[in-house]
């Protein structure tokens, strides 16, 4: 087993631009922010995951 951690340090304003955030828009993958919901997360490219760690 082993865990992903993801970082975003950002604004609210940032965080309500929707449609960088839903899997299905264009701009999903390229997107710094984080999904609206915390699965999406897995449909994000590999390049985006920054580190892996074997202990929570």
Not at 19 to 43: I, K, N, Q, V, Y
């Amino acid at each position: 087993m082993h865990w992903h951690a993801y970082t975003w340090m950002g604004s609210g304003e940032e965080r309500e631009r929707e449609d960088e955030r839903r899997p299905g828009s264009p701009d999903f993958a390229g997107s710094l922010l984080p999904p609206m919901r915390t699965g999406d997360w897995l449909a994000r490219p590999a390049s985006r995951i920054r580190a892996s760690f074997r202990r929570p």
